[in-house]
């Protein structure tokens, strides 16, 4: 079959006003790949499947989103786009904005921002602004920017991006036939656990398809929704959900709450353990990524009980993104010839 992207593929259930343009980069479609060895590991008796996100056009579940966020902007007349990002907002707002000819404006966090996403925004032709302040000030600055200059605002906070973003849910469905049973996912502004709920929630009501329960996972040292307030100065290794206090934290609690579900913290030296985990499945994402896995290690030590269900981590990100994040080893180094090599192996 001719792939898609979402907007084709899932138009009866994206609602976009009628100005909005086609523009596809075949972004969703993503692969849910089984990790049985990774769910033995953990004690067993559940079906356990990476939602892989880093399978997306620039390499982040944001396509989806952005997609139809920038549909919608350049059908109503806009010219530029803005967005404050941790990094793969910034590169998929640029990556779209150059396939739909028009300018992106991406305003980033001051340092900490993984190098293969300021390397695709820059590609891609954004302008890039390194703001002095976190990523929740950018995001403040450029709400502010977007109600007094014509750009169009496409960071989550635009509904569209949930229009769009809310297809994962339909896919996981679409593939196991009704949906999981728990999905685990990071949590940074919190656009994407809103996105997918509403998704399972719209799929349900015509399909029959179930709503799962939620474990929301965040950095220890980023975790405002664990901790019940904003947290001012963010750090944490996944730089990615580096955010202190989430633009849809609001929601994101509820649907925790309509779902009894979980917001967990997790230690980046968990997330790094859990992303070293999912590469001895091959499956190489960025520490953001491997969040869900450490939560649902967290819960499973806590006492959960998985017997029987199916599970879902969804892997937002490519490893790619964040190759500085991985320590090389020394090489070795040897002479060319077949001798040196066999008394290696
Ligand atoms: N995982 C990755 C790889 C992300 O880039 C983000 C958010 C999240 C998870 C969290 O998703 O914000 O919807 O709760 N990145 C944004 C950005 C903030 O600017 O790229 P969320």
Redesign the pocket.
């Known amino acids: 079959m001719r792939s898609q992207g979402i907007l084709e593929k899932y138009a009866s259930w994206i609602k976009l006003p009628d100005h909005a343009i086609p523009l596809s980069l075949n972004e969703g479609d993503t692969p849910l790949i089984p990790v049985p060895k990774l769910a033995k590991g953990l004690g067993g008796g559940f079906a356990l499947y990476v939602k892989f ?2 399978a997306n056009p620039t390499g ?3 396509d989806r ?1 952005m997609v139809a966020a920038v549909s919608e902007a350049v059908g109503s007349g806009a010219t530029t786009l803005i ?10 707002a640029a990556a779209y904005a150059a396939r739909a000819g028009v300018k992106a404006v991406v305003l ?1 966090p001051e340092g900490k921002v993984a190098r293969g ?1 300021l390397a695709a925004a820059a590609i891609y032709g954004a302008k890039i602004i390194q703001i002095d302040g976190s ?1 929740d000030d950018a995001l403040t600055l450029v709400r502010e920017v977007a109600t007094k200059l014509p750009v169009a605002l496409v ?2 906070v635009n509904p569209y991006r949930l229009e769009g ?1 809310k297809t994962a849910a339909f896919e996981l469905c679409d593939e196991l036939g009704r949906a999981p049973d728990l999905v685990c ?11 997918y709920h509403k998704g399972f929630v719209e799929y349900d009501a015509k399909k029959k398809t179930g709503v799962p329960t939620w474990i ?1 996972v965040q950095a220890e040292g980023a975790a405002p929704l664990v901790l019940g307030k904003i947290v001012a100065k963010p750090e944490t290794v ?1 730089t ?2 580096r ?1 202190g206090n ?3 934290g609001k929601e ?1 609690l509820e649907v925790i709450a309509a779902t009894k579900g979980k917001m967990l913290a997790a230690s980046d030296a968990e997330i790094l353990d859990a992303q070293k985990l999912l590469a001895s499945e091959g499956i190489w ?2 520490p ?2 491997a ?1 869900p896995l450490a939560g649902l290690m967290k819960d499973i030590k806590a006492g959960c009980n998985l017997n029987g269900k199916t599970v879902v981590l ?4 490519n490893g790619l ?1 964040d190759p500085d994040i991985v320590s090389l080893p020394d090489p070795v180094k040897v002479r060319p010839l077949f001798e040196e090599i066999r008394g290696l192996l």
């Not at 969804?314 to 990100?317: H, L, M, P």
């Open positions: 996100e880093g982040s579940f944001k989103g967005c404050a990002s941790t990094g793969n907002t910034a590169a998929s980033i996403k990523f960071n989550s973003q996912i990071p949590v940074g502004n919190a656009g994407n656990i809103t996105a929301g996944a990615a959900i955010i989430p633009a849809r994101a994402v960025e953001a990524s969040a969804v892997c937002t990100g993104k």
